[in-house]
Structures are given as C-alpha cells and as structure tokens.
C-alpha cells in the first residue's frame, strides 16, 4: 500500500513544486512591466475633503488628460504670484492637491500644489515655532476652470458621489 501513495504524493510535490516555479518565472516576466508601470509619468490629484480619515484620491496616466490638465494648470500659473502667509487648513473642503508621480527624473517634477476656486497654492516654507507656513499664491479664472474640471474627474472616476461633488460645487 505504501508503494501504490508514494507516487501520488511524489507527484503531489511535483506538481506544487512546478506550480510555485511557474509562479516565481510569470513574477520574474512581469517585473519589468509593473516597474515600467511605477515608472510612467502621471498626476496623483487628491481631493483635500476629510479630517481624520483618507481623502480620495485619483491617478492620472493617460497622455489627454494628463494634457488637459497641465495646459489649464499653466494657464493657472501665468497669474501673478503674491507671497505671504499659507492659509490655514480648515476642516471641510481644503482645495485638490496635484502631485506630478512616476516618470525617471524625480528631481524635475514640479512642486505640488493646492487648487481651491480661483487660487493656486505653491507652499514654500512649513510652519515653524516660530513662524507660520508661507505660500505662493496666484488667482485666475483658469483654477476656477481647472478646479471644476478635476472635480467632474472625480465624480467620473468615482473618487467623488454626486452628493459630495454638489457639496464642494456649492461651497466653492
């Protein structure tokens, strides 16, 4: 009887042995794929909406939108800049945050920066003991624009419910 197991438990080894090699080869293959992924250019627009739990957030990849975006963002930011003191979180809706990720040159991507109504927010400096935050600032129809395009990008993504979005639209 031992005789007649041994093969179909040798075979049972084999056979999860094989299983863990096909495993370990198709992870091998796909490495170079899921690293190239990690390092594609996108924007990662997070929306400034929750006090203590995780805000949405959204990941742009594809080259339209990501165009849509950084065209109305350079528009944004042909605005004259003011400098002076960051504005204060609230609690509520603080603004959307776009942060360029991926892509080979980390030390060329932009600083983030916050969009809320009308106004861009480049922070320069954390708060301190002994001073608060500062910021750069520029006003322009162009955010208000940009902003309510990231705002239906939510909602179509599902980051945003309608209800929410209707929220932020009214307390702009």
Same mark, same amino acid.
Do not use: C, F, W
């Given at each position: 009887? #031992? =005789?007649?197991?041994?093969?179909? *438990?040798?075979?049972?080894? &084999?056979? $999860?042995?094989?299983? =863990?090699?096909?495993?370990?080869?198709?992870?091998?293959?796909?490495?170079?794929?899921?690293?190239?992924?990690?390092?594609?250019?996108?924007?990662?627009?997070?929306?400034?909406?929750?006090?203590?739990?995780? #805000?949405?957030?959204?990941?742009?990849?594809?080259?339209?939108? &990501?165009?849509?975006?950084?065209?109305?963002?350079?528009?944004?930011?042909?605005?004259?800049?003011?400098?002076?003191?960051? *504005?204060?979180?609230?609690? !509520?809706? #603080?603004?959307?945050?776009?942060?360029?990720?991926? !892509?080979?040159?980390?030390?060329?991507?932009?600083?983030? /920066?916050?969009? =809320?109504?009308?106004?861009?927010?480049?922070?320069?400096?954390?708060?301190?003991?002994? $001073?608060?935050?500062?910021?750069?600032?520029?006003?322009?129809?162009?955010?208000?624009?940009?902003? *309510? &395009?990231?705002? =239906? /990008?939510?909602? $179509?993504?599902?980051?945003?419910?309608?209800?929410?979005? #209707?929220?932020?639209?009214?307390?702009?």
């Amino acid at each position: 009887m #031992n =005789k007649s197991t041994e093969p179909a *438990a040798h075979g049972g080894t &084999m056979h $999860k042995r094989s299983l =863990k090699t096909l495993i370990a080869a198709l992870a091998l293959l796909a490495a170079p794929a899921l690293a190239l992924a990690a390092e594609a250019p996108g924007l990662q627009i997070t929306y400034l909406i929750y006090s203590g739990r995780p #805000n949405p957030v959204v990941t742009v990849t594809d080259a339209a939108s &990501m165009r849509a975006i950084e065209t109305r963002l350079t528009d944004a930011l042909a605005a004259p800049a003011k400098s002076g003191a960051a *504005a204060e979180p609230i609690l !509520g809706y #603080n603004g959307i945050l776009i942060e360029h990720v991926g !892509g080979s040159s980390a030390k060329s991507r932009p600083q983030p /920066l916050v969009i =809320k109504g009308q106004q861009v927010r480049i922070d320069t400096a954390p708060a301190s003991d002994l $001073k608060s935050a500062t910021a750069t600032t520029r006003t322009s129809a162009a955010a208000g624009d940009l902003e *309510a &395009m990231l705002l =239906k /990008l939510g909602q $179509k993504r599902g980051a945003l419910d309608a209800t929410t979005l #209707n929220v932020l639209l009214d307390g702009r």
